[in-house]
Protein backbone atom coordinates (compact mmCIF):
# COMPACT_ATOMS: atom_id res chain seq x y z
CA UNK A 1 0.00 0.00 0.00
CA UNK A 2 1.22 3.53 -0.77
CA UNK A 3 3.21 5.14 2.22
CA UNK A 4 3.29 8.90 2.88
CA UNK A 5 7.19 8.94 4.35
CA UNK A 6 8.38 11.91 6.63
CA UNK A 7 11.73 12.72 7.68
CA UNK A 8 13.39 13.06 10.19
CA UNK A 9 11.18 10.83 12.34
CA UNK A 10 12.77 12.34 15.55
CA UNK A 11 14.64 16.22 15.89
CA UNK A 12 15.98 18.53 18.97
CA UNK A 13 16.11 21.78 18.27
CA UNK A 14 17.69 25.15 20.47
CA UNK A 15 15.03 27.34 20.37
CA UNK A 16 15.54 30.50 17.35
CA UNK A 17 17.07 27.80 15.05
CA UNK A 18 15.06 27.15 11.71
CA UNK A 19 13.23 23.66 11.13
CA UNK A 20 12.71 21.62 7.67
CA UNK A 21 10.46 18.83 8.23
CA UNK A 22 10.37 16.81 4.79
CA UNK A 23 7.51 14.55 3.76
CA UNK A 24 7.29 12.73 0.22
CA UNK A 25 3.69 12.33 -0.01
CA UNK A 26 1.61 9.26 -2.01
CA UNK A 27 3.14 9.98 -5.96
CA UNK A 28 -0.46 10.48 -7.59
CA UNK A 29 -1.97 12.83 -4.96
CA UNK A 30 -2.68 16.09 -5.32
CA UNK A 31 -3.42 17.82 -1.93
CA UNK A 32 -0.86 18.36 0.61
CA UNK A 33 -1.45 19.02 4.55
CA UNK A 34 0.56 19.51 7.74
CA UNK A 35 -1.34 18.57 10.77
CA UNK A 36 0.04 19.71 14.82
CA UNK A 37 -0.24 17.34 18.10
CA UNK A 38 1.09 18.95 20.99
CA UNK A 39 1.91 16.08 23.60
CA UNK A 40 -1.81 14.22 25.30
CA UNK A 41 -4.13 16.83 22.76
CA UNK A 42 -5.94 16.14 19.65
CA UNK A 43 -4.58 16.57 15.70
CA UNK A 44 -4.77 20.13 14.63
CA UNK A 45 -5.35 21.54 11.04
CA UNK A 46 -2.15 23.79 10.10
CA UNK A 47 -2.03 24.20 6.31
CA UNK A 48 -3.33 22.88 2.54
CA UNK A 49 -1.72 23.01 -0.23
CA UNK A 50 -2.94 22.55 -3.44
CA UNK A 51 -1.84 23.48 -6.85
CA UNK A 52 1.58 24.79 -5.74
CA UNK A 53 -0.41 27.13 -3.32
CA UNK A 54 -1.61 27.31 0.09
CA UNK A 55 -5.23 26.45 -0.25
CA UNK A 56 -6.04 26.99 3.36
CA UNK A 57 -4.14 27.77 7.00
CA UNK A 58 -5.18 27.75 10.73
CA UNK A 59 -4.36 30.46 12.65
CA UNK A 60 -1.20 28.66 14.34
CA UNK A 61 0.33 29.18 10.76
CA UNK A 62 1.91 32.55 11.58
CA UNK A 63 4.55 34.49 9.57
CA UNK A 64 6.97 31.64 11.44
CA UNK A 65 5.64 28.99 9.39
CA UNK A 66 5.88 28.29 5.30
CA UNK A 67 5.09 25.69 2.89
CA UNK A 68 6.96 24.68 -0.08
CA UNK A 69 6.96 21.97 -2.82
CA UNK A 70 10.32 22.10 -4.40
CA UNK A 71 10.32 19.30 -6.78
CA UNK A 72 7.64 16.84 -7.71
CA UNK A 73 7.85 14.49 -4.47
CA UNK A 74 8.69 16.72 -1.70
CA UNK A 75 6.55 18.88 0.64
CA UNK A 76 8.15 21.10 3.47
CA UNK A 77 7.27 22.88 6.50
CA UNK A 78 9.71 25.33 7.74
CA UNK A 79 9.65 26.56 10.95
CA UNK A 80 11.51 30.05 10.96
CA UNK A 81 12.42 30.47 14.55
CA UNK A 82 11.43 27.91 16.81
CA UNK A 83 9.56 28.67 20.27
CA UNK A 84 9.06 26.00 22.64
CA UNK A 85 5.66 25.79 22.12
CA UNK A 86 6.75 24.71 18.91
CA UNK A 87 7.34 21.10 20.75
CA UNK A 88 4.82 18.56 18.94
CA UNK A 89 4.32 15.66 16.45
CA UNK A 90 3.84 17.09 13.41
CA UNK A 91 2.43 15.03 11.05
CA UNK A 92 2.20 15.27 7.08
CA UNK A 93 -0.73 13.93 4.90
CA UNK A 94 -2.10 13.80 1.09
CA UNK A 95 -5.30 12.70 -0.69
CA UNK A 96 -5.73 12.16 -4.24
CA UNK A 97 -9.06 14.45 -4.63
CA UNK A 98 -11.67 16.31 -2.81
CA UNK A 99 -14.08 13.10 -1.89
CA UNK A 100 -10.74 10.58 -0.84
CA UNK A 101 -9.43 9.10 2.16
CA UNK A 102 -6.15 11.09 3.73
CA UNK A 103 -3.15 9.18 4.26
CA UNK A 104 -0.66 10.56 6.79
CA UNK A 105 2.86 9.86 7.49
CA UNK A 106 4.37 8.54 10.74
CA UNK A 107 5.20 12.27 11.85
CA UNK A 108 8.20 14.15 13.10
CA UNK A 109 9.15 14.05 16.64
CA UNK A 110 10.28 18.31 16.80
CA UNK A 111 11.98 19.20 20.67
CA UNK A 112 12.64 22.78 21.01
CA UNK A 113 14.68 23.36 23.90
CA UNK B 1 -17.93 26.10 15.05
CA UNK B 2 -17.91 22.91 13.63
CA UNK B 3 -17.55 20.06 16.33
CA UNK B 4 -16.28 16.72 16.45
CA UNK B 5 -17.32 15.13 19.64
CA UNK B 6 -15.77 11.95 20.91
CA UNK B 7 -17.08 9.72 23.55
CA UNK B 8 -16.42 8.34 25.95
CA UNK B 9 -12.89 10.07 26.66
CA UNK B 10 -11.49 6.61 28.09
CA UNK B 11 -12.02 3.13 28.51
CA UNK B 12 -10.46 0.58 30.45
CA UNK B 13 -11.18 -3.10 29.33
CA UNK B 14 -9.95 -6.68 29.48
CA UNK B 15 -8.26 -8.28 26.87
CA UNK B 16 -11.38 -10.41 25.41
CA UNK B 17 -14.06 -7.91 25.81
CA UNK B 18 -15.79 -5.66 23.09
CA UNK B 19 -16.69 -1.98 23.33
CA UNK B 20 -18.10 0.47 21.23
CA UNK B 21 -16.52 4.48 20.43
CA UNK B 22 -18.56 6.70 19.42
CA UNK B 23 -18.02 9.97 17.36
CA UNK B 24 -20.90 12.67 16.74
CA UNK B 25 -20.29 15.60 14.34
CA UNK B 26 -21.86 18.66 13.98
CA UNK B 27 -22.94 19.16 10.22
CA UNK B 28 -22.96 16.79 7.53
CA UNK B 29 -19.80 15.53 6.29
CA UNK B 30 -18.49 14.56 3.23
CA UNK B 31 -15.51 12.21 4.85
CA UNK B 32 -14.99 10.17 8.19
CA UNK B 33 -12.51 8.32 9.20
CA UNK B 34 -11.51 6.36 12.23
CA UNK B 35 -7.80 6.29 13.33
CA UNK B 36 -5.64 4.63 15.98
CA UNK B 37 -2.45 6.21 17.34
CA UNK B 38 0.07 3.73 18.63
CA UNK B 39 2.34 4.12 21.18
CA UNK B 40 4.90 5.25 19.26
CA UNK B 41 2.74 8.14 18.52
CA UNK B 42 1.74 6.78 14.70
CA UNK B 43 -1.50 7.36 13.07
CA UNK B 44 -2.97 4.19 11.83
CA UNK B 45 -5.72 4.32 9.15
CA UNK B 46 -8.67 1.85 10.22
CA UNK B 47 -11.44 3.32 7.84
CA UNK B 48 -12.40 5.60 5.33
CA UNK B 49 -16.21 5.63 6.26
CA UNK B 50 -18.22 8.60 5.04
CA UNK B 51 -21.53 6.59 5.39
CA UNK B 52 -22.77 2.62 5.36
CA UNK B 53 -20.80 -0.12 7.53
CA UNK B 54 -17.30 -1.56 7.12
CA UNK B 55 -15.81 -3.96 8.77
CA UNK B 56 -11.98 -5.14 8.90
CA UNK B 57 -11.07 -8.33 11.29
CA UNK B 58 -12.41 -7.65 14.85
CA UNK B 59 -13.05 -4.21 13.85
CA UNK B 60 -15.74 -2.30 11.85
CA UNK B 61 -17.67 1.34 11.61
CA UNK B 62 -21.02 2.31 11.21
CA UNK B 63 -21.67 5.57 9.81
CA UNK B 64 -25.10 7.38 9.84
CA UNK B 65 -24.78 11.01 8.03
CA UNK B 66 -28.43 11.92 8.43
CA UNK B 67 -28.38 11.38 11.97
CA UNK B 68 -24.28 12.84 12.37
CA UNK B 69 -22.68 9.99 14.33
CA UNK B 70 -20.22 6.98 13.60
CA UNK B 71 -19.03 4.12 15.39
CA UNK B 72 -16.20 2.00 16.08
CA UNK B 73 -16.73 -1.19 17.47
CA UNK B 74 -13.97 -3.67 18.64
CA UNK B 75 -14.27 -7.21 19.51
CA UNK B 76 -12.11 -9.47 20.97
CA UNK B 77 -10.08 -7.19 22.53
CA UNK B 78 -6.24 -7.69 22.85
CA UNK B 79 -3.67 -5.33 24.69
CA UNK B 80 -2.19 -4.41 21.31
CA UNK B 81 -5.38 -2.40 20.77
CA UNK B 82 -4.45 -0.11 23.43
CA UNK B 83 -3.95 3.80 22.32
CA UNK B 84 -5.78 6.89 21.04
CA UNK B 85 -8.87 5.81 18.91
CA UNK B 86 -9.18 9.53 16.78
CA UNK B 87 -12.22 9.91 14.16
CA UNK B 88 -11.97 13.10 11.43
CA UNK B 89 -14.22 14.23 9.71
CA UNK B 90 -14.03 16.85 6.66
CA UNK B 91 -16.79 19.16 6.07
CA UNK B 92 -17.12 19.89 2.46
CA UNK B 93 -17.30 23.12 0.90
CA UNK B 94 -14.56 25.10 0.72
CA UNK B 95 -12.43 23.61 3.18
CA UNK B 96 -10.40 20.12 2.68
CA UNK B 97 -9.59 20.06 5.50
CA UNK B 98 -10.25 17.39 8.32
CA UNK B 99 -11.20 18.05 11.77
CA UNK B 100 -10.16 15.72 14.31
CA UNK B 101 -11.99 14.61 17.89
CA UNK B 102 -10.37 14.80 21.13
CA UNK B 103 -9.97 10.75 20.90
CA UNK B 104 -10.43 7.92 22.96
CA UNK B 105 -7.90 6.79 25.27
CA UNK B 106 -8.17 2.61 25.43
CA UNK B 107 -5.99 0.71 27.89
CA UNK B 108 -6.50 -3.25 27.29
CA UNK B 109 -5.19 -4.99 30.03
CA UNK B 110 -4.28 -9.19 30.05
Known amino acids: EPEVTQTPSHQVTQMGQEVILRCVPISNHLYFYWYRQILGQKVEFLVSFYNNEISEKSEIFDDQFSVERPDGSNFTLKIRSTKLEDSAMYFC???????????FGSGTRLTVV | GIQVEQSPPDLILQEGANSTLRCNFS?????LQWFHQNPWGQLINLFYIPSGTKQNGRLSATTVATERYSLLYISSSQTTDSGVYFC????????????FGTGTLLAVQP
Open chain 2, 88 to 99: AARYGGATNKLI
Open chain 2, 27 to 31: DSVNN
Open chain 1, 93 to 103: ASTGDTAGGYT
